[in-house]
């Protein structure tokens, strides 16, 4: 059984940045998708990022392309989210996902969750 944690969330001030990890843990495969999603309170869970183990392009939301950067450690069963130019808007609970058929945007895709991570951004 594949397991997820989250790490790396805090309180940042408008502007600036954080890295948040995923570390995988238990039975991984090599040919899953990885993504990131966040909810926000009063919000539903939405897509941020996706990167594939091997063979991999990445694939971001609007609202955070240009500024937020999903990268992998295969090594280590990591996976990286590098957060700059943080809004307030960015402020959520985000949340690491698996899924050998996971796809860019659809959240019942992944058949794996971490517990999730508080990222809070103050203006």
């Known amino acids: 059984q594949l397991q997820l944690v989250e790490s790396g969330g805090g309180l940042v001030q408008a502007g600036g940045s954080l890295r948040l990890s995923c570390a995988a843990s238990?039975?991984?495969?090599?040919?899953?998708?990885m993504g990131w999603f966040r909810q926000a309170p009063g919000k539903e869970r939405e897509f941020v990022a996706r990167i594939r183990w091997s063979g991999s392009s990445e694939r971001y939301a609007d609202s955070v392309k240009g500024r937020f950067t999903i990268s992998r450690d295969n090594a280590r069963n990591t996976v990286y989210l590098q957060m700059n130019s943080l809004k307030p808007e960015d402020t959520a609970v985000y949340y690491c996902?698996?899924?050998?058929?996971?796809?860019?945007?659809?959240?019942?895709?992944?058949?794996?969750w971490g517990q999730g991570t508080q990222v809070t951004v103050s203006s």
């Open positions: 238990g039975r991984t495969f090599s040919n899953y998708a």
């Open positions: 996902a698996a899924g050998v058929a996971g796809v860019a945007g659809v959240a019942g895709t992944y058949d794996y």
